[in-house]
């Protein structure tokens, strides 16, 4: 299993609106696109100061359900122009990460 990490930036005041992209628009072209070896999407919040960091935490079985969802390029980030627009900033590139170890309530 491989972990695809990303960071996004927002004031304050668009923390909502962002939010609600990713889960109505971007979530939707994701699911879309129907990609074999796709298992989730976690979004993570805190406020810093004056702007809202987001995480996006996606799970793939391979290197190559990743390259199904991000082409060949597969470490360029996935932004659609409805998030860009109310992201401050954000990582132009993706960190993956290959899963070792898991640990969960028994």
């Not at 996935?78 to 990460?97: G, I, N, S, T």
């Amino acid at each position: 299993m491989i972990s695809r990490i990303w960071h996004g930036y927002t004031s304050l005041e668009n923390a909502e609106s962002y939010e609600n992209t990713l889960k109505s628009e971007v979530m939707a072209e994701i699911a879309g696109k129907e990609i074999e070896g796709f298992h989730e999407l976690k979004l993570l919040r805190r406020p810093m100061g004056d702007e809202v960091e987001f995480v996006t935490i996606m799970r793939f079985d391979s290197l190559e359900a990743i390259k199904t969802f991000a082409g060949e390029d597969y470490e360029k980030a996935f932004v659609p122009a409805a998030a860009q627009k109310v992201l401050k900033r954000f990582d132009e590139r993706v960190k993956h990460y290959e899963e070792q170890y898991e640990y969960g309530a028994i």
